[in-house]
């Protein structure tokens, strides 16, 4: 597994920004398929952002448009750039990854992070 921490989260009122960081511990992040999921309390966990071996992002319906994931490989950090943020948006998020390739969104993984809280107000 890959030892994986988020950092990030916060508050925010309705239409404010986030970045979500999540740093790889151990390995190259150019070698793993990462991705962003979100728990929200009464749902199943949504994957909502994942960067696939082809290297093009994937966003679900609920976020394309305003979320942006981005993965900085020298530094091995994943990012999740949150703008325009709606309450519904509110929820703990997740960093997933996996040493083996990843050809669809979502996918499955065996190395998580902690989770950071993202609570948006209106």
């Known amino acids: 597994q890959v030892p994986l921490v988020e950092t990030g989260g916060g508050s925010v009122e309705a239409g404010g920004s986030l970045r979500l960081s999540c740093e790889a511990s151990g390995y190259t992040s150019s070698s793993l398929c990462m991705g962003w999921f979100r728990q929200v309390p009464g749902k199943e966990r949504e994957g909502i952002a994942g960067?696939?071996?082809?290297?093009?992002?994937r966003y679900s319906d609920s976020v394309k448009g305003r979320f942006t994931i981005s993965k900085d490989n020298a530094k091995n950090i994943l990012y999740l750039q949150m703008n325009s943020l709606k309450p519904e948006d509110t929820g703990m998020y997740y960093c997933?990854?996996?040493?083996?390739?990843?050809?669809?969104?979502?996918?499955?993984?065996?190395?998580w992070g902690q989770g950071t809280q993202v609570t948006v107000s209106s």
């Open positions: 960067i696939l071996r082809d290297g093009i992002p």
């Open positions: 997933a990854a996996r040493t083996t390739e990843c050809l669809v969104w979502p996918s499955s993984f065996n190395s």
